[in-house]
């Protein structure tokens, strides 16, 4: 299923969920309204909960279908709400970098950090997520989560992303990566998707080329 909306006005709709193929994980202040259009779209368990305080649940953390990663400011409350919300590990990564998904890019198979994470922090991802874990930049930049929207069955990536970065995302995630945008020119993939290998809702000013084009990438009709 493919949706098309905005979260109280905003467009950007990945900010405020993740979806892997086994929950999403979203805001516990999202309206009635929000939270039926995502039930609806994934059909799967819900794990509602804020991170430090924020509802912007997809820039401070990341998940796959095997854990979570949060930041170190994530409230002991918010931490036990999570861990007996969620089927998967829980666990907080101490870094002064506390927007994970924003530098944190992963699916089932792989995943791709900040550069200036420390081996402690990197081998803790990797643990939490279940993947191996190695540092890279998207389109020359270091916050990989935000330039990218990876599946289990694709990617899109930042329109300026290099061959050499193209490479290393499909060899590392097992996916075919494509480049694009979102909501109208944006390229910060992530911020205006959540998908999973069988749906995804895109921001509401999303183009049709653009929701067409991701949706192919990604696998989803």
Same mark, same amino acid.
């Not at 095997?66 to 002991?76: H, K, L, R």
């Not at 922090?121 to 930049?141: F, N, Q, S």
């Given at each position: ?10 467009? %950007? ?8 193929d086994r929950f ?5 202040? +999202?309206?009635? =309204? ?5 039930? =609806? ?37 918010? +931490? ?6 969620? !089927?998967?590990?829980?666990?907080? *990564? ?25 081996? =402690?922090?990197?081998? =803790? ?5 279940d993947v191996e ?18 599946? %289990? ?18 060899? +590392?995630?097992?996916? !075919? ?27 509401? !000013? ?7 084009? *991701? ?7």
């Amino acid at each position: 299923m493919i949706a098309r909306t905005d979260f109280e006005g905003d467009s %950007n709709v990945g900010a405020f969920a993740i979806a892997t193929d086994r929950f999403v994980f979203l805001s516990s202040n +999202l309206s009635d =309204k929000s939270v039926a259009l995502i039930e =609806k779209t994934f059909d799967l368990p819900l794990v509602r909960c804020t991170v430090a305080t924020l509802d912007a649940v997809g820039i401070m953390s990341a998940a796959n279908s095997n854990g979570i990663i949060v930041p170190y400011t994530i409230t002991d409350e918010e +931490l036990a709400v999570l861990r007996r919300a969620a !089927d998967v590990p829980v666990e907080w *990564i101490d870094s002064k970098m506390t927007a994970l998904g924003n530098i944190v890019l992963t699916n089932d198979t792989g995943a791709i950090c900040h550069p200036d994470f420390d081996t =402690k922090a990197r081998r =803790k991802i990797a643990d939490t997520l279940d993947v191996e874990v190695v540092e890279g930049t998207i389109a020359g930049l270091p916050i990989v989560g935000s330039t990218t929207i990876a599946t %289990n069955s694709g990617a899109v990536v930042h329109p300026l992303t290099t061959a050499d970065e193209m490479e290393l995302i499909s060899e +590392l995630l097992k996916v !075919d990566v494509e480049v694009g945008t979102v909501n109208r020119g944006s390229p910060y993939i992530r911020l205006g998707v959540i998908a999973n290998t069988d749906a995804m809702i895109v921001g509401a !000013d999303t183009t049709g080329v653009e929701l067409a084009h *991701i949706s192919q990438a990604l696998g989803i009709v």
